[in-house]
């Protein structure tokens, strides 16, 4: 039977998939200049050849439309190069918040600009730049998934402060931007300026929380473009790194080390195919981070602690890989030699496909294991067609291979946007699995979520399933044997004028049961917000659950209190207090899981005593107690890091690092190590622009690790973390050549 197009139209329209465009969605024609514009003429205020000239920014907060505290002007132009966007914000020079940081550092604790562009004006993916007054850069990719601030590009930005505010000019190459293979293009875009103290930001053309969750729906036309191309687009990145480093040997008596020089050189490579699809070669990658992971807790951890991705093969164009379940978690792949990937649109298409290796299950091996030194085989496949406006279906698939054992995932998803704020997402995922020994089994999981936003009210209720056998090997999936469903809901009051920029209540929670009927979990969890001005948040929770963990009941409650604030220009604050019930998941031998008193306490402040110096300082405290015992300490664990960063200039830095981290158990009632570590982590970092960069860097590990020969284990943990336990010298370079 055919179809008629028609009613297909009247059935799309009814779920608000076709939604009809807005008459009155402001556009803007940005015109052509055969002399480009430079940041002294904006300084200066020299005439330039012809710009497009926009002044009427609106107030996204704390007001919905109304007009922007501080005058703000934005001026956009073109050649057949580049786009000129420069911003002059008008503001009391003693009340701007501005330092010199280093790239993609924390610009948002200043003020900052913001221009979003999207190129293929399909109102679900946006390239983000951003600059705060000194012209310090943060680009990002925004789509349905939320913020991709891995993204790295070449661009350009100055900044100044000036007598009556400060100006911005940027400079973006379309060789740094992927769009239609088309003569003439209309692109959406949104201008942006936030002013921090007042928790302020103002937007052209005006976007409201009201229509959310559609945000780049409601960017304005940007058009006038014509001729336009990326041109030749080839990009080559070689590197070399040079490492020394000495590691303690805890195996053999004494205190033996080995010492192991590396030197690695390599090239990341990059082809643009007709301005959209991006392929990405890669000859002995570069997959190091120079980064630290920030400090989490890990101890008495029930499920796996999620750290986020930094290595630079895997970040850039990430958000083509995310669905509603994670099944693609890059970390997964740990020690890769070659990649491949391919990104990009091609109409209302979409497709990622990544192939790659990894070495390291083989070379974790013992050498008379006949896997030893072999390799795993990893590819995925991500396909999506979009629907209408806002909405999509799309495909994953992902396979590793490691000797005779192998695992595939398949998963459909959707993402269907109806009315003016709701949406529904959805996935269906079978894997297959093959274990080393000829095991084989099937499993299944799927997930499905209801969500409406808008300025004051906000609700999810979402369904969560994974079967006893599902299992994927790439990605992040905590725990199988689950049924679960949820939901939470807040309310926002939005007083005008006021010092209070919103409060409201939430309510979240959720029941879980397993797939024999029994529920496993259940949880409520009433709280309470204040969000003020000067960045200032207070967030009062209160939790009330139940878990069955190895067959015991376990009735629990919790409270917690979170702060926040930015008052002052030199000094940011946080703090939070957490008292409650916790299990204690690993008992010591002869005991039983058993609940105890929880506290745990976290305190930071980040200080800017200049425009050029951070100190950073985060303690996170946490411990548990146990009742039946006398309210005897179960354990303490004690993390500690101090971070300071001078930058010299934009391009110059030094870092320095010092991280404590202490677990301090009774070995009577939970099975813990007693450990104690202290870290030292150095690092120069000359950052031209992304992909040319030079870093030198140094790091020094120390534990509480005692050699004893007499005794076996010949390694003991006491006393004070003196005994070095490595250290590694290491220098990078990296060139980036744009053809």
């Known amino acids: 039977m055919i179809l008629n197009r028609r009613w297909l139209s009247?059935?799309?329209?009814?779920?608000?998939?076709?939604?009809?465009?807005?008459?009155?969605?402001?556009?803007?024609?940005?015109?052509?200049?055969?002399?480009?514009?430079?940041?002294?003429?904006?300084?200066?205020?020299?005439?330039?050849?012809?710009?497009?000239?926009?002044?009427?920014?609106?107030?996204?907060?704390?007001?919905?439309?109304?007009?922007?505290?501080?005058?703000?002007?934005?001026?956009?132009s073109y050649d057949q190069k580049n786009i000129y966007v420069a911003f002059d914000c008008k503001d009391d020079p003693a009340k701007i918040r501005a330092h010199i940081t280093k790239r993609d550092a924390s610009i948002f604790s200043d003020?900052?600009?913001?221009?979003?562009?999207?190129?293929?004006?399909?109102?679900?993916?946006?390239?983000?730049?951003?600059?705060?007054?000194?012209?310090?850069?943060?680009?990002?990719?925004?789509?349905d998934s939320g913020d991709d601030d891995s993204f790295d590009t070449l661009w350009y930005s100055e900044?100044?402060?000036?007598?009556?505010?400060?100006?911005v000019f940027m400079t973006i190459p379309f060789k740094s931007l992927r769009f239609p293979h088309t003569s003439t293009q209309t692109w959406g875009i949104l201008l942006s300026r936030f002013i921090l103290r007042n928790n302020e930001s103002?937007?052209?053309?005006?976007?409201?929380?009201?229509?959310?969750?559609?945000?780049t729906g409601q960017f304005g036309h940007l058009n006038g473009l014509a001729n336009i191309s990326p041109g030749r687009n080839f990009q080559f990145i070689p590197y070399g790194m040079f490492s020394a480093a000495r590691n303690l040997d805890s195996t053999i008596p004494g205190l033996n080390y080995s010492n192991d020089k590396d030197a690695r050189a390599g090239v990341d490579a990059k082809m643009i195919l007709r301005d959209a699809l991006t392929f990405d070669m890669t000859v002995n990658p570069d997959f190091s981070q120079v980064e630290s992971d920030s400090p989490q807790v890990t101890v008495n951890q029930r499920y796996e602690v999620f750290f986020p991705e930094k290595r630079p093969f895997f970040i850039e164009n990430a958000d083509f890989f995310q669905t509603p379940e994670n099944l693609f978690f890059s970390r997964r792949i740990m020690d890769p030699q070659v990649g491949l990937r391919m990104t990009g649109k091609l109409g209302r298409w979409g497709v990622g496909a990544l192939a790659t290796d990894d070495r390291a299950e083989g070379k974790m091996r013992a050498p008379d294991d006949p896997y030893y030194e072999d390799r795993a085989g990893i590819g995925v496949l991500r396909i999506y067609r979009e629907l209408g406006k806002e909405s999509r279906i799309g495909m994953l698939a992902?396979?590793?291979?490691?000797?005779?054992s192998s695992n595939r995932i398949l998963a459909i998803d959707t993402r269907l946007k109806f009315g003016t704020n709701w949406t529904a997402t959805g996935q269906l995922i079978a894997s297959r699995t093959r274990t080393l020994s000829g095991r084989r089994y099937d499993g299944a999981a799927g997930y499905a979520r209801l969500s409406r936003s808008g300025r004051k009210f906000h609700m999810n209720t979402y369904y969560q399933d994974h079967s006893p056998d599902f299992e994927t090997d790439l990605g992040f999936i905590q725990r199988v044997n689950m049924r679960e469903t949820g939901y939470d809901?807040?309310?926002?009051?939005?007083?005008?004028?006021?010092?209070?920029?919103?409060?409201?209540?939430?309510?979240a929670g959720s029941v879980t049961w397993d797939?024999?009927?029994?529920?496993?979990?259940?949880?409520?969890?009433?709280?309470?917000?204040?969000?003020?001005?000067?960045?200032?948040?207070?967030?009062?929770?209160?939790?009330?659950?139940?878990?069955?963990?190895?067959?015991?009941?376990?009735?629990?409650?919790?409270?917690?209190?979170?702060?926040?604030?930015?008052?002052?220009?030199?000094?940011?604050?946080?703090?939070?207090?957490?008292?409650?019930?916790?299990?204690?998941?690993?008992?010591?031998?002869?005991?039983?899981?058993f609940l105890a008193r929880s506290f745990d306490n976290t305190f930071g402040f980040t200080l800017k005593p200049s425009a050029r110096l951070n100190v950073n300082e985060t303690y996170l405290y946490s411990r548990l107690a146990s009742p039946q015992h006398s309210d005897a300490s179960i354990f303490n664990n004690h993390i500690f890091r101090s971070k300071v960063n001078y930058q010299f200039s934009r391009e110059f830095s030094l870092r320095a690092i010092i991280d404590y981290n202490a677990v301090l158990p009774n070995s009577s009632l939970v099975y813990l190590e007693h450990t104690k570590r202290l870290g030292l982590d150095f690092l120069f970092t000359y950052l031209l622009h992304p992909g040319t960069a030079v870093y030198v860097g140094y790091t020094d590990n120390y534990e509480n690790m005692h050699m004893d020969p007499r005794v076996s284990p010949y390694m003991q943990r006491n006393g004070l973390p003196d005994t070095s336990a490595g250290r590694q010298f290491f220098v990078k370079l990296s060139y980036l050549l744009r053809m």
Request: proline content about 7%; glycine content about 8%.
């Open 10 to 76: 009247v059935v799309f329209a009814a779920f608000g998939l076709y939604p009809a465009v807005a008459q009155d969605t402001p556009a803007g024609r940005i015109p052509m200049v055969s002399r480009p514009p430079k940041f002294e003429d904006f300084l200066n205020k020299t005439p330039r050849e012809a710009e497009l000239t926009i002044t009427d920014f609106r107030q996204f907060d704390p007001g919905d439309g109304d007009p922007i505290s501080r005058p703000t002007t934005t001026y956009l």
């Open 111 to 143: 003020d900052w600009v913001d221009v979003s562009i999207d190129t293929f004006h399909d109102h679900r993916r946006n390239f983000g730049f951003s600059a705060n007054p000194y012209g310090i850069q943060m680009d990002y990719i925004h789509s």
């Open 159 to 167: 900044g100044k402060l000036t007598s009556d505010g400060y100006i």
């Open 202 to 215: 103002g937007t052209w053309p005006h976007v409201t929380r009201r229509l959310l969750p559609s945000w």
């Open 398 to 404: 992902t396979s590793r291979d490691f000797g005779s």
């Open 489 to 507: 809901m807040g309310y926002s009051w939005r007083p005008e004028k006021s010092k209070v920029v919103s409060f409201g209540p939430h309510i």
């Open 515 to 593: 797939y024999s009927g029994t529920m496993t979990d259940w949880k409520a969890n009433p709280s309470f917000m204040f969000e003020l001005t000067r960045m200032t948040n207070i967030f009062i929770g209160h939790t009330e659950s139940f878990e069955r963990f190895d067959g015991i009941d376990f009735r629990k409650s919790y409270s917690s209190v979170d702060f926040s604030t930015e008052w002052l220009r030199w000094l940011a604050f946080n703090a939070s207090i957490g008292r409650g019930d916790r299990i204690n998941y690993y008992p010591a031998g002869g005991l039983r899981p």
